[in-house]
């Protein structure tokens, strides 16, 4: 019975999974699951999997099925009691089931529908970090550590060889002899740090549409790295003419005004790697939203030698996704490709041009192919 349940458990988790793969791109691009976000599990709303339900008939066809009564005598109130205005119903209602995933379930489930290759971090031989496993199994050790499971078997295991096993009355209690615990193994493994340096234009050309974009793409990108990395770190710039770092409420939600200088940015980023993260150590992703304008030609240019010199030699990626804005001139997404062309490999670019294009550009900033 125990592994009939288990079949049918697990053949749920499937058909749950390949809804859930079905709808991906819907949740991707209308926010769904952030507002859905508990510590470390998300909920999913999956109207399409029908939930078991009583059937009733039309009422002129109902009976009682037993004690006193007439054929054909209705059971409940009729059609026309109720409160005020309010008849009883006699349909079924709708249901939406959600369905609780893990932020690594829901990762891989991005990563499978997406094709995103697993990364490699950089390095990751110089930095090794001891933990605390429980790897190892004993025949004694405080109650606290019991294995409780292991206990069992050894206990079972003892009765039927000895045949004291009794298959009409199936008891199995442990003795001492049976009792097995957890043993700890000091375990030395590489550790790899990384860090996502997001950036944002904030200037009046960009509008709340195009800040919600940013909001999405930017959820499922750092989900996925945190899937792919042990303690990540996030750090958020927002820019005009000038740059300041924030946390995240106030990256997703800020409005400005005033002209654009990108250069301000990226300097405030190169700067946060020179103090905190030195490349020899730390996997590095920057990602830059912007709907491509920028106050003139020479800042551009500063900004191009700077993605040249310091970001393609000390960071594992550096995105840029221009946002589709009525306001924006779209220049900047030209001069990276024009300067750039198809290389270097760590720059990746993507036109955004609107929500359904949020699945679009996370195939081209973690895929395995550049746009």
């Known amino acids: 019975m125990i592994l009939k349940i288990e079949q049918d ?13 079905q709808e991906l791109k819907r949740f991707i691009t209308n926010g769904e699951l952030i507002g859905k976000q508990g510590k470390n599990l998300v909920s999913i709303p999956l109207a399409q999997i ?16 037993q004690g006193e009564g007439e054929v054909g005598t209705p059971v409940g109130v009729g059609e026309e009691e109720g409160d005020g205005d309010k008849k009883a119903g006699n349909q079924p209602g709708g249901h939406v089931l959600e369905v609780d995933l893990t932020m690594e ?7 499978e529908e997406l094709e995103l290759p697993r990364i490699e971090p950089k390095d990751s031989q110089k930095l090794v970090s001891t933990r605390y496993a429980y790897r190892g199994v004993r025949t004694s050790g405080p109650e606290s550590l019991r294995h409780f499971k292991r206990t069992y078997k050894q206990a079972l295991k003892r009765q039927i060889i000895s045949g004291q096993y009794n298959f009409a009355k199936p008891i199995v209690i442990p003795y001492g002899e049976d009792r097995r615990y957890r043993s700890v193994k000091v375990v030395q493994e590489p550790q790899s740090k990384a860090v996502i340096i997001y950036m944002m234009d904030v200037s009046g050309s960009m509008g709340q549409e195009q800040k919600e974009i940013v909001r999405l793409e930017s959820f499922w990108i750092d989900m996925w790295l945190r899937s792919q990395y042990k303690g990540l770190e996030s750090r958020y ?7 300041r770092e924030v946390d995240q409420q ?18 405030l980023a190169l700067k946060m790697i020179h103090d905190h993260y030195n490349p020899a150590f ?5 990602f830059h939203f912007s709907d491509g304008d920028n106050w003139s030609g020479n800042d551009t240019n500063e900004c191009l030698g700077l993605l040249e010199k310091d970001f393609f030699p000390f960071t594992n990626l550096f995105c840029y ?10 220049q900047f997404l030209k001069d990276l490709k024009e300067r750039f062309g198809d290389a270097p490999e760590r720059l990746r670019v993507s036109k955004i041009e609107g929500k359904d294009k949020i699945v679009d550009s996370i195939k081209v900033f973690l895929g395995k192919t550049k746009q």
């Open 9 to 21: 458990l697990n053949r749920f988790k499937q058909i749950v999974r390949g809804k859930i793969k």
């Open 282 to 286: 730390w996997n590095i992703y920057c």
């Open 237 to 243: 710039i927002i820019h005009d003419a000038v740059a």
């Open 50 to 65: 029908d939930i078991p339900h009583f059937r009733y008939a039309d009422h002129q066809t109902g009976g009682v099925g």
């Open 321 to 330: 996704g221009q946002v589709e804005s009525e306001y924006g001139s779209g």
């Open 250 to 267: 106030t990256f997703y939600h800020t409005r400005e005004s005033g002209g654009t200088i990108i250069s301000s940015a990226y300097k």
């Open 105 to 111: 379930e829901l990762a891989q489930l991005l990563g």
